[in-house]
């Protein structure tokens, strides 16, 4: 079992930039892939970016490609999330969760086992 805390979460205005985390605990997360992705009210759960076990190989949705950076220090069993450029469109529920499989990552919902509570983000115009 492994539990995810996300933080970080908050109200900016547009333009501005915030930095997500995600805490893993009850297993090391250092052979999983991980991901963040976000739900907007009255949408479904999108991805929004991914990065390999060893952090040396990551993807990203195209609405965010550019402005948001993933990271991870499996030292600290935590993966972030840095976000510039904000727009309101950016506003959503982020979550942060495990890769099923060790050494994969994936921008699919299905091929993640254990998700966050999620952190909100909300950015004015």
């Known amino acids: 079992q492994v539990q995810l805390v996300e933080s970080g979460g908050g109200l900016v205005q547009a333009g501005g930039s915030l930095r997500l985390s995600c805490a893993a605990s009850?297993?090391?997360?250092?052979?999983?892939?991980m991901g963040w992705f976000r739900q907007a009210p009255g949408k479904e759960r999108e991805f929004a970016a991914t990065i390999s076990w060893s952090g040396g190989d990551t993807f990203y949705a195209s609405s965010v490609k550019g402005r948001f950076t993933i990271s991870r220090d499996n030292a600290k069993n935590t993966v972030y999330l840095q976000m510039n450029s904000l727009k309101p469109e950016d506003t959503a529920v982020y979550y942060c969760a495990v890769e099923g499989r060790p050494f994969y990552f994936s921008d699919s919902r299905r091929d993640y086992d254990y998700w966050g509570q999620g952190t909100q983000v909300t950015v004015s115009s």
């Open positions: 009850g297993r090391t997360i250092s052979t999983y892939g």
